[in-house]
């Protein structure tokens, strides 16, 4: 079984998927990629920011600037304490409960035939794009945010890809994708395997993902594969239903 997450959750995702834009307000980070995904685009409240009424206010004229909801990614790790009911009580709603979840990269492995590349070709970011793309022309700002770190891009017959990110003994995966005409034909899982053993050979001995919870089939290929829960946030989003 493997073992809990012994970074913070936030931090270890804010490293894999960077926004191309943070500002600290002395303990929240502000993080903005022109609306492209709720990662990019949150506070990060990573410490106390001492008066937390201030410090919400000046997160909300930031978003409001730049004609974005304001949102706070929250983990347990999220400061100060109470944070999250503090937010509920000013109107912001729980959206997209998403877990985290372990496995130990023991052993072998199996890479398969798998090409993972240094840098995604225009055939991975269609297809992910084809999938993932729901920020109207944004995939350029999309691919600022994949490339941002060094990463392993995984591609299966050009119908399903993934993306594996090197952080010392943890290996992240993101952007899991599957032609949805090519679905239920096992290429997410090898594609999942090729990034494990990928990272198995840079020196990685546990990997992580984020999975929205609702997601019950990707929640069951990465169990079936030896992921356990390790952890979770979901976001707090002001005026949700006036976007």
Known sequence: MARPLDRRLDELVAEAWPAPSAQ?????????????????????????????????????????????????????????????????????????PTIAMTA????????????????????????????????????PTAEKILTGVSAGYACVDGLAVGRGVPQGEWLGVYAMAVAPDARRRGLGRRVLRGLLGWGRERGCERAYLVVVERNAPARALYESEGFVQAGAYHYRVRNVTER
């Open 24 to 96: 600290d307000i002395g303990g929240w980070v502000l993080r903005h990629a022109d609306g492209v995904t709720k990662r990019a685009n949150s506070v990060l409240p990573v410490d106390d920011p001492g008066d937390v009424d201030l410090a919400v206010e000046e997160a909300e004229r930031f978003y409001t600037a730049l004609g974005l909801p304001t949102v706070f990614m929250m983990d347990a790790q999220a400061r100060p304490e109470g944070l999250d009911g503090i937010l509920a009580g000013r109107g912001y709603e729980l959206v997209e």
């Open 104 to 139: 130990d990269l023991s052993g072998p492995g199996e890479r398969g035939r798998v090409d993972v590349m240094d840098a995604p070709s225009r055939e991975w970011l269609d297809l992910w794009w084809s999938v993932d793309g729901r920020y109207d022309h944004q995939l």
